[in-house]
């Protein structure tokens, strides 16, 4: 009966017939295979339930790991700069040294050069808009001074540059920016 045909004869019996018809084997072979296939989904149900909490449990960990360590690398980039500070600093408050202010400035300078060259690697770009139109998400405005030679609403000035990371500011940039110059009475009546 390979080929199918014994569940054809019990699926032609009447409802409530096909009940008396099966065995007391074929019953509790029955309920045997759904209580193995029940086992087998809860333990299917166990094991995803606790694959999802190590999965959420690993995603949390790597959270606070990145919180706690993600300066580590900026952190290692400036400890070069704070050597050259350090010496720089001892070099100045030593009298009679080879180089006197001549030597310390080019410190600085070597100094200036290893920071930018560490905010070069951290991708922190510098935000310097001179000349350029007035941005107020990229620059706050500090003063507005009459201009000339500027166009209206241009940067005169940048007081303090700023700083931006990955696209994202850190800090605006600080500015003056040109200004039309206002007509005064005499002005006015000349014309």
Do not use: C
Not at 30 to 45: M, P
Request: aromatic residues 4%; glycine residues 8%.
């Amino acid at each position: 009966m390979a080929d199918g045909t014994e569940n054809v004869e019990a699926r032609n019996v009447e409802p409530g017939a096909g009940a008396a018809a099966r065995s007391a084997e074929e019953w509790q072979a029955a309920l045997t295979a759904a209580e193995t296939a029940a086992a087998s989904s809860r333990d299917q149900y166990l094991r995803a339930v606790a694959e999802l909490d190590n999965v959420r449990k690993r995603a949390q960990r790597d959270v606070e790991n990145a919180h706690r360590y993600g300066l580590e690398r900026f952190a290692q980039e400036l400890l070069p700069v704070r050597d050259s500070l350090e010496l720089a600093v001892a070099a100045g408050g030593q009298d009679g040294v080879a180089g006197g202010e001549a030597g310390l400035r080019e410190g600085l300078a070597a100094t200036l050069k290893l920071l930018t060259h560490a905010f070069d690697k951290l991708a922190i770009v510098q935000i310097n808009p001179q000349g350029e139109r007035f941005a107020p998400a990229q620059h706050e405005a500090v003063l507005t001074q009459e201009s000339t030679s500027a166009a209206p609403d241009s940067v005169l000035q940048v007081v303090q540059s700023g700083y931006s990371l990955n696209g994202r500011l850190l800090r605006p940039a600080r500015v003056i920016v040109a200004r039309p110059p206002q007509m005064t009475a005499n002005t006015a009546r000349t014309t």
